[in-house]
């Protein structure tokens, strides 16, 4: 139970903080048992995310390896079930990394198979969405600009009102940030003003930031 609550506790200053505060409380999550567990696999994904995000690619790449392995080896199997770990939560975790590290090949690869696993009507939406946006991102990477534009505001649409939460918001806008300002001007112009559109109806609906597992 300790490595779980200190593995949830984690994932928080990723959304809403330093990542680097991330990688310290997986690393205490990870110190506290010596056995491969899903809540061990949990906090070692999260913390090869983070250490992504924050430009570490050796250590990013390392901590990728420990989560696979503790995954192989206590994972759990496909479940929706809060606070499990089954393999399409894996593979998110692990799409986020590979798109900070810039390997837009490996990235959709990994969303690909994801986005099969959690399937048409996923019970989790949000995390659908954000694999969405990763993908996005890598298009903006790889210089598909107007692609990505449009994915990223197909990947909020998508979701209910009630559910483009700042979390979703601030990956798209992120999305609009990485593209060339030179690179599809009217759809990233148009994404822009959407995501305008949207903060401004979740003020007034009161919209709260959600945050799975």
Do not use: H
């Amino acid at each position: 139970m300790k490595v779980l609550v200190r593995a949830q506790a984690a994932m928080l200053p990723y959304y809403f903080g330093d990542p680097t505060q991330t990688v310290a409380l997986a690393d205490a999550a990870l110190a506290v048992t010596s056995n491969a567990s899903s809540p061990g696999a949990l906090a070692a994904a999260g913390r090869a995310r983070a250490l992504a995000r924050i430009g570490a690619i050796e250590q990013a790449r390392s901590a990728i390896g420990q989560a696979r392995r503790l995954f192989d080896q206590a994972g759990d199997e496909d479940t929706d079930v809060a606070f499990r770990f089954p393999a399409k939560r894996l593979l998110f975790y692990l799409s986020g990394a590979y798109t900070w590290l810039g390997d837009t090949v490996e990235a959709y690869r990994v969303q690909d198979e994801a986005l099969r696993l959690y399937g048409a009507a996923p019970a989790v939406p949000i995390d659908v969405t954000l694999i969405a946006l990763d993908r996005s991102m890598c298009l903006a990477q790889d210089r598909r600009a107007t692609e990505a534009a449009l994915t990223a505001r197909d990947a909020v649409a998508d979701l209910p009102e009630t559910q483009r939460t700042e979390i979703i918001l601030t990956r798209a806008t992120d999305v609009a940030t990485a593209i060339p300002e030179k690179s599809g001007c009217g759809e990233v112009a148009s994404l822009t003003d959407y995501l305008r559109t949207c903060r401004e109806r979740a003020r007034s609906l009161g919209t709260t930031a959600a945050l799975g597992p």
